[in-house]
């Protein structure tokens, strides 16, 4: 008898979470069936951080039971949308809402109202659990609202100048050339993303830190770079591909000594990126009071940007109303970090292998490249006298980039209607969205409908950024006067949202351009590459075969990647 109460305990827990379950799914069905839009009813809340741990496990498995593939095998798990495309938009409509126990999440294909979103920054705000891993070093311009996202805005803003255009330009172009040096003395290479990774590191880490290290490669054979800068590129990569236990449980908590050995690491690495950047930030704080030379990167123009405040206003106090404090630097500088490393080198990494299979692209490339450098040497070349002047480079590293970005953008930015309904309109009607929905862009559906690109949305085309008169527009003259790019930005309510849109467009844009031309520039002027073809295929196969795998391999873990990069074998040889 004494032991009845805890056989009760079990199932006394599996009626609430069936009943919690139930009441959550009916209350919320309830205001999503008021719009009057499509519904998909889901038992899991795709946001909860416990089910994004195990949702990809638990879909594949449900998978290989007959008769359990159905809308919860489709929608139930992170980055189905990269997988569907545009699809459940052209059977649904342009918008869909996903009725969960947790939620509500309106999934939008409508370039008219995303811009809509974007423009309405007051009435559509950044959902708090969405920005929550972004929060962990403190406040900063990718999770503050308001009058506070103004102040973190106009600031970091600033320090995305030309100054520090031109450090990650000379990084970039002395990063790639040690690269290129040692991809092409193998007779293959499988290691892009991880050889991407280290170079976007280090780009971060001068534009940032105003610190260069050499290259590394993959199997540690070229020059060895010292120990400080792998701590902190160790350190910022715990951190990112273990973000979900730190949300959870929050950084203090995560050095319990019962918790598994993965998540006290995880704590040192929040640590050791911790005292990196106070570092930095006590090195440059120091150099402006002696009145020193300072270098010109983010965190001297953070900390100029902040301590300048200070001096204007003769008080700490004004300079928390109007510079950024400590804690606030450092929280814009962990953001600086993610977005532009493991973004970037994910891009870099997709980009790198879509352009493998496309060796016309490569010769354009080169051809402009050496032709505006001529007899000057890349890593003697400037940002100022060069970046400018490559009118083909310049289109190509947006449609490049932009393509890339178009078919894999690396996460959506989601919105959410708050304490209150929110009206939208779509397709011509006003619809009322209920309180507390999370809206989400499906970047996915809107890079590829055919509505906004055409009968070849899903084909990397870099082309469709250029307009051109000339007869050939794949392969134009180098500088050619009728050759224009296609600046979605100029497009009113444009379906290209890679960098977000409106007021909160992404700051480094200009960063990441500067970043992928001095890529383009140490790859692509004396080399070209391809994919290393398989027994009884020719080159053409091998291109085909990859650009299937890169279409297969793409989904989400922390952002958008290539999941197995591994199996993207190139050769790179001499021009």
Same mark, same amino acid.
């Given at each position: ?21 139930l ?12 719009t ?10 795709c ?32 980055? %189905? ?11 649904l ?17 409508n ?6 979103i ?29 009058t ?16 520090v255009?031109?450090?990650? %330009?000379?990084?970039?172009i ?8 040692y991809?092409?003395s ?6 892009v ?7 976007? !590191? ?5 534009a940032?830190?105003g610190?260069s ?5 993959a199997?540690?054979?070229s ?6 800068s792998?701590?902190y590129?160790?350190? !910022? ?7 979900i ?21 995880l ?10 950047m ?7 704080k ?32 004004a ?18 970090n ?7 080198a994910?891009? !870099? ?6 352009l493998?299979?496309?060796?016309d692209?490569?010769? %354009? ?5 050496n032709a ?35 078919l ?9 209607t ?5 009206p ?20 996915? *559906?809107?890079h ?9 949305s !899903? ?9 051109s008169?000339?007869?050939n ?18 497009t ?6 890679? %960098? ?11 960063? *990441? ?8 520039v140490?790859l ?17 196969m ?14 989400m873990?922390?952002?958008?990647q ?8 190139l ?5």
């Open positions: 008898m004494p032991y009845f109460p805890l056989v009760l305990v079990p199932l006394a827990v599996a009626l609430s979470t069936v009943f919690y379950v009441y959550g799914l009916l209350v919320n069905y309830k205001a999503a069936r008021e009057g839009l499509p519904l998909i009813v889901l038992p899991v809340d946001g909860n951080p416990l089910w994004l741990i195990v949702d990809r496990k638990i879909v594949q498995f449900m998978r290989r039971i007959p008769f359990c593939s159905g809308t919860f095998t489709r929608f139930n798990w992170r980055g %189905w949308e990269i997988w569907d495309r545009y699809r459940a938009h052209e059977e409509g342009d918008a869909i809402l996903l009725v969960t126990p947790g939620k509500n999440y309106l999934q939008l294909c370039a008219d109202a995303v811009s809509d974007f423009q309405r920054r007051a009435d559509f705000l950044r959902p708090p659990a969405a920005t929550e891993m972004l929060n962990v070093f403190g406040p900063n311009v990718g999770t503050t609202d308001g506070q996202w103004q102040r973190h805005r106009r600031i970091t803003a600033s320090s995305f100048n030309e100054h255009n031109q450090r990650v %330009w000379v990084e970039s002395l990063q790639t050339t040690s690269l290129i040096r991809w092409s193998k007779p293959s290479i499988n290691s993303a991880t050889d991407t990774r280290t170079v976007s !590191l280090h780009v971060m880490s001068g940032v830190f610190k290290y050499p290259f590394r490669g199997d540690g054979t020059p060895s770079s010292n120990e400080d792998s701590s590129g160790e350190a !910022l990569r715990i951190i990112l591909d273990r973000c236990p730190l949300v959870v449980l929050g950084r203090k908590n995560l050095s319990r000594s019962w918790l598994p050995k993965s998540f006290r690491e704590y040192q690495a929040t640590l050791v990126f911790q005292q990196h106070t570092d930095a930030y006590e090195v440059e120091q150099a402006m009071m002696r009145n020193d030379k300072l270098e010109n990167n983010l965190m001297t123009s953070l900390v100029r940007a902040s301590l300048a405040k200070v001096d204007e206003k003769g008080s700490t106090t300079s928390r109303q109007e510079g950024l404090t400590e804690e606030e630097v450092y929280g814009n500088v962990f953001v600086f993610f977005a532009g490393h493991d973004a970037t994910n891009s !870099l990494a997709i980009g790198i292998c879509l493998a299979t496309r060796p692209i490569q010769d %354009w490339i080169a051809e402009e490249i505006v450098l001529a007899a000057v040497q890349s890593t003697e070349s400037s940002y100022e006298a060069t970046f400018p002047h490559l009118p083909r480079c310049l289109a190509v590293v947006p449609f490049y980039k932009f393509e890339t970005v178009r894999y953008t690396a996460v959506a930015i989601a919105k959410s708050g304490p209150k309904p929110q939208l309109k779509l397709g011509g009607h006003d619809v009322l969205i209920p309180k507390n929905t999370v809206i989400i862009p499906n970047y996915s *559906a809107l590829t409908h055919p509505r906004y690109w055409g009968p070849n !899903l084909d990397f085309e870099p082309s469709r950024w250029i307009t008169d000339a007869p527009t794949q392969q134009p003259a180098p500088s050619h006067p009728t050759e224009h790019f296609k600046d979605p930005a100029a009113r309510n444009s379906p290209f949202v890679g %960098w977000s849109g409106g007021a909160r467009s992404c700051p480094g844009r200009k960063f *990441a351009q500067v970043e992928f031309v001095g890529v383009l140490g692509f002027r004396d080399f070209r590459v391809k994919p290393v073809p398989r027994r009884g295929e020719d080159d053409g091998a291109r085909r075969r990859l650009l299937q795998q890169i279409r297969r391999d793409t989904g873990r922390l952002l958008l290539m999941l197995h990069p591994e199996r993207a074998v050769a790179w040889r001499k021009r």
